[in-house]
């Protein structure tokens, strides 16, 4: 119900937009997410969106470089990132849930199956 794509190999300092198309679901009612996860490490938040987009909450390490939207229309979150770093190399989840502030994966009903973001230096 939740496909992410748009990842890839992209240089250090570089950027990339991943997206996240919904289906089967009233997206417009969710809060969105992006969890990524690297190798060896446990499933981290990035930045979650209310389900209207007036609110964003990112975490500390990508604040300021990925910004997280949504085309409700469209049933589609994105999640633009900048001035890429090795260390955002990871498998970039999407999910829907709820709550204000969803920060944690247990908040979120629907997953993904991950895009691969690679980040050369």
């Known amino acids: 119900q939740l496909q992410a794509s748009g990842g890839g190999v992209v240089q250090a300092g570089g950027s990339l937009r991943v997206s996240c198309a919904a289906s089967?679901?009233?997206?417009?009612?969710?809060?969105m997410g992006w969890f990524r996860q690297a190798p060896g490490k446990e499933r981290e938040f990035v930045t979650t969106?209310?389900?209207?987009?007036?609110?964003?909450y990112y975490a500390d390490s990508v604040k300021g470089r990925f910004t997280i939207s949504r085309d409700n229309a469209k049933n589609t979150a994105y999640l633009q990132m900048n001035s890429l770093k090795p260390e955002d190399t990871a498998v970039y989840y999407c999910?829907?849930?709820?709550?204000?502030?969803?920060?944690?994966?247990?908040?979120?009903?629907?997953w993904g199956q991950g895009t691969l973001v690679t980040v050369s230096s």
């Open positions: 969106i209310s389900w209207d987009g007036e609110f964003a």
């Open positions: 999910a829907a849930g709820n709550g204000v502030a969803a920060l944690t994966p247990d908040r979120y009903f629907y």
């Open positions: 089967g679901l009233t997206f417009s009612t969710y809060v």
